[in-house]
């Protein structure tokens, strides 16, 4: 179980004084979805990992810090439509307008994990729509992160992992087809190639589902005849 602890801060965009609830620290056990999504009990704590000033709508990991230029982009009328969208879950807005500060700020790889992490909430709910919106939205932020030369993960291969699975959970197989193919021409790392190739199996079933990375690595051994 996770134990709850209280934030106290101050919005560093409006002064305002701030509480939050958050959880304790939490680890997880068991395998990565194939987006990277972790097991529990880390998983469910995602609630915590934005929060959103009640005063201003500034909306970060911690509103105590803000970039330069971030209370500039939060009165921008894209930010505000975004902070009370009503097609979004609530806590998905806050990551997107997170999202969104980042990208203003030039900060791509970072504003394609706050749209992911968008994408996750809006899993738990059960919107599939406002999911692959999300998905759309960080695939082509993970492209435009990748022509300034901005990575999202250091091990080589593991970008084109996630922007295959963004792809194919967003409903793009065609897409995701493409990457799946040029990264296995690479001739990847064996995770990354195990990934790829399941990857490609739930791309030919159409499959849009959440899948784990404990079951790219079980197709690896070959099937008892
Ligand atoms: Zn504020």
Redesign the pocket.
């Known amino acids: 179980m996770t134990h709850l602890r209280h934030l106290n801060t101050t919005?560093a965009?409006?002064g305002?004084a701030c509480r939050f609830t958050v959880p304790e620290a939490a680890g997880c056990v068991g395998s990565r979805d194939l987006d990277t999504r972790p097991a529990e009990p880390l998983r469910s704590t995602i609630y915590a990992w934005v929060k959103r000033?009640p005063?201003?709508g500034?909306c970060a990991p911690d509103?105590g810090k803000a970039p330069e230029g971030a209370a500039d982009v939060v009165k921008l009328p894209r930010y505000r439509w975004q902070l009370d969208a009503r097609k979004f879950p609530n806590i998905a807005n806050t990551f997107l307008c997170w999202s969104i500060i980042q990208e203003d700020l030039g900060l791509l790889a970072q504003a394609a994990w706050a749209s992911l992490h968008a994408a996750w909430v809006c899993d738990d709910e059960g919107e599939d729509v406002p999911a692959r919106i999300c998905r759309k939205r960080a695939a082509d932020l993970l492209r435009r992160a990748w022509e300034k030369g901005e990575r999202l993960a250091g091990l080589e291969g593991t970008d084109e992992a996630v922007l295959a699975d963004l792809l194919r959970r967003a409903g793009r197989f065609r897409e995701a087809r493409t990457v799946v193919a040029e990264t296995l021409e690479k001739n990847p790392l064996p995770i990354i190639a195990d990934i790829m190739r399941l990857q490609a199996r739930l791309i030919a079933a159409s499959d849009r589902g959440a899948h784990t990375v404990a079951e790219a690595r079980r197709f690896r051994q070959p099937v008892p005849l």
């Open positions: 919005c965009v409006c305002e000033c005063s201003c500034y509103p």
